[in-house]
């Protein structure tokens, strides 16, 4: 009933800015929490950021000062904008929803930093 689809992952070079968007449909109550998670190959998934519906924010100290976590309640959107990126950034980014007690993800969407 609840889906989370993700757009805006793309290749960008060291230093560069992307900017990733959200978008969840369904069944969504108007308190929750939204975010970004990413995982690289051979990494576990980790948080990136996340929003509350009362704009509290939550970064990764890898993130902090170049990636700003946004979200848009009439439209149960959440976006990521995302500067000065480095080759570390290189992963597949998913889309977070935390409603009600349970967890819900977007397909992902990847980002490669290369050169």
């Known amino acids: 009933q609840v889906q989370l689809v993700e757009s805006g992952g793309g290749l960008v070079q060291p230093g560069g800015s992307l900017g990733l968007s959200c978008a969840a449909s369904?069944?969504?109550?108007?308190?929750?929490?939204m975010g970004w998670y990413r995982q690289a190959p051979g990494k576990q998934r980790e948080l990136v950021a996340t929003?509350?519906?009362?704009?509290?924010?939550n970064y990764a100290g890898s993130v902090k000062g170049r990636f700003t976590i946004s979200r848009d309640n009439g439209k149960n959107s959440v976006y990521l904008q995302m500067n000065s990126l480095k080759p570390e950034d290189t992963a597949l980014y998913y889309c977070?929803?935390?409603?009600?007690?349970?967890?819900?993800w977007g397909q992902g969407t990847q980002v490669t930093v290369s050169s």
């Open positions: 977070y929803l935390r409603l009600l007690g349970r967890d819900y």
């Open positions: 369904g069944s969504i109550f108007s308190i929750n929490v």
């Open positions: 929003i509350t519906s009362g704009g509290s924010t």
